[in-house]
C-alpha cells in the first residue's frame, strides 16, 4: 500500500519569501504520478503542480517548483514570492499509473499562512 | 480547464433524513468519479470510486447502504447519504476523471458540499 506523509502541520512565511513544504512517500511501485494541490479558505482543490516519476527533471509553475528525489521518496514543493493569496491548506497526492484507477492518496495537508 | 460542479454547496438536514448530492462535468464526459469526505482541517479521505454505467466500488470501511452512489450517465454521478446522523456531518468532494487522463494522472475537483445533520 501506498502512503504520503507531510510533517510539517502548520507553516508561516513572510510576503515576497521563500518557503518548502515537505512530502515524502512509500511505494513498491516504478510509474506514478505526484502532484501538490492547494486548498484555499473556499475549499475548491487547485491542482498546483505535477510530476511523472519517470521524469527526472523537476517541474515548475511559474513560482512553484519541487525538488523530486525518486530513490529517497521525496518530493517538496518550493514556493518562491510568496503572496497573501497563497495562504491554503496544501496537499501532496500520489497516483501510481498501473491499472489507471485515478486513486489518489494525500497526505495529511500543511496549512500555509503568508503574513503581510 | 475542465469544470465539476456540485450541488448543493451547504445542505442542512435532520436526522433520520437523507440527503442527495449531486456531481457534474459541465464541459466534458468522465468515465470515472470520485467522492471523498473530509473533516475540518484534516485530508481527503477516498469514499468510493464511481464508474459509469456500473456499481461503485467502496475504500474498506465505508458503508454502502449509508452512501449510495450513483453513476448514471457521463456527465453525472450522485452521492446520497441514507438515514444521515450527526457523525455524517462533513465536507464531501467529488473529484472527475478525463477520458485522458490516463496520461496525464490530472483529476478535476468539485467545489465541495458542506452536510450538517442536526
Known amino acids: 500500500a501506498q502512503t504520503v506523509t507531510q510533517s510539517q502541520p502548520e507553516m508561516s512565511v513572510q510576503e515576497a519569501e521563500t518557503v518548502t513544504l515537505s512530502c515524502t512517500y512509500d511505494t513498491s511501485e516504478s510509474n506514478y504520478y505526484l502532484f501538490w494541490y492547494k486548498q484555499p479558505p473556499s475549499r475548491q482543490m487547485i491542482l498546483v503542480i505535477r510530476?511523472?516519476?519517470?521524469?527526472?527533471q523537476n517541474a515548475t509553475e511559474n513560482r512553484f517548483s519541487v525538488n523530486f528525489q525518486k530513490a529517497a521518496k521525496s518530493f517538496s514543493l518550493k514556493i518562491s514570492d510568496s503572496q497573501l493569496g497563497d495562504t491554503a491548506m496544501y496537499f501532496c497526492?500520489?497516483?501510481?499509473?498501473?491499472?489507471?484507477?485515478?486513486?489518489?492518496?494525500f497526505g495529511q495537508g500543511t496549512t500555509l499562512q503568508v503574513k503581510p | 480547464g475542465a469544470v465539476v460542479s456540485q450541488h448543493p454547496s451547504r445542505v442542512i438536514c435532520k436526522s433520520g433524513t437523507s440527503v442527495k448530492i449531486e456531481c457534474r462535468s459541465l464541459d466534458f464526459q468522465a468515465t470515472t468519479m470520485f467522492w471523498y469526505r473530509q473533516f475540518p482541517k484534516q485530508s481527503l479521505m477516498l469514499m468510493a470510486t464511481s464508474n459509469e454505467g456500473s456499481k461503485a466500488t467502496y475504500e474498506q470501511g465505508v458503508e454502502k447502504d449509508k452512501f449510495l452512489i450513483n453513476h448514471a450517465s457521463l456527465t453525472l454521478s450522485t452521492l446520497t447519504v441514507t438515514s444521515a446522523h450527526p457523525e455524517d456531518s462533513s465536507f464531501y468532494i467529488c473529484?472527475?476523471?478525463?477520458?485522458?487522463?490516463?496520461?496525464?494522472?490530472?483529476?478535476?475537483f468539485g467545489e465541495g458540499s458542506r452536510l450538517t445533520v442536526l
Open positions: 510530476q511523472e516519476a519517470y521524469k527526472q
Open positions: 497526492a500520489f497516483m501510481k499509473r498501473a491499472g489507471n484507477t485515478g486513486k489518489l492518496i
Open positions: 473529484s472527475a476523471r478525463l477520458l485522458t487522463s490516463g496520461l496525464t494522472g490530472e483529476l478535476f
